[in-house]
């Protein structure tokens, strides 16, 4: 929940400018509702966030772990299920990400 929490604050004590969090992980969490229910509650807290793009996570999947990637594949669903006013999750198997930063680096002509 500390990586949540604003790191930029404007003049009245309020988040400033939008921030991006980056996951990258080889598994499942050992807790996965726990997980879903932060990120949920974190949506609906309105210091943390007053529009969709104020937060934004991104998590890269290294590895082939079945049950991390189904329960990637599902979480924006789930969280949006469970009550949260905005999806604040974007999801990349590594192979998409490493094909997204080659494409940056040597773009198609």
Known sequence: MDALQPDNLNSFGERGKPESILVITDGAPDDPDAVEDILVRA??????????????????????????TSWLEGLADRLMAKGARYNIVDVLPCKEFLAAAILKIFPHE
């Open 43 to 68: 949506t609906l807290n309105s210091y943390l966030m007053t529009q969709a793009d104020d937060i934004c996570i991104t998590i890269v999947q290294i590895g082939d772990d079945i049950m991390a």
